[in-house]
């Protein structure tokens, strides 16, 4: 089961029903997690945790040296959950 991304608002934490997109990004320009983790100036440790969605809190210096290194914008990097609720419009 992935855990879900949180964000820590003051004393209270919120879920967010996104996910980190990055092993598909990787997947697409042929890059595996060490060559990122190498490119990006990260450790491997931080990399794998990400593209596994074990990362709940992720910073944006670490967020900008991926974006940087893989030439991406920082907002493909997330992924609406597929289990997530839909709103309903109507």
């Known amino acids: ?32 997690m060490r060559q990122a983790a190498e490119l990006a100036g990260l450790s491997y440790p931080t990399v794998y945790s990400i593209v596994r969605n074990k990362y ?3 910073d944006l210096i670490t967020l900008q040296k ?8 920082i907002g493909e990097f997330f992924r609406r959950k597929q289990n997530a609720a839909q709103p309903h419009h109507g």
């Not at 004393?11 to 320009?29: A, G, M, P, T, Y």
């Not at 991926?66 to 914008?73: K, T």
């Open 56 to 58: 709940v809190r992720c």
């Open 1 to 32: 089961m992935k855990k879900q991304l949180t964000i820590q608002n003051k004393s209270r934490l919120v879920d967010l029903d996104i996910e980190f997109n990055l092993d598909i990004i990787l997947k697409e320009k042929g890059i595996n």
């Open 66 to 73: 991926l974006s940087d290194a893989l030439q991406v914008p």
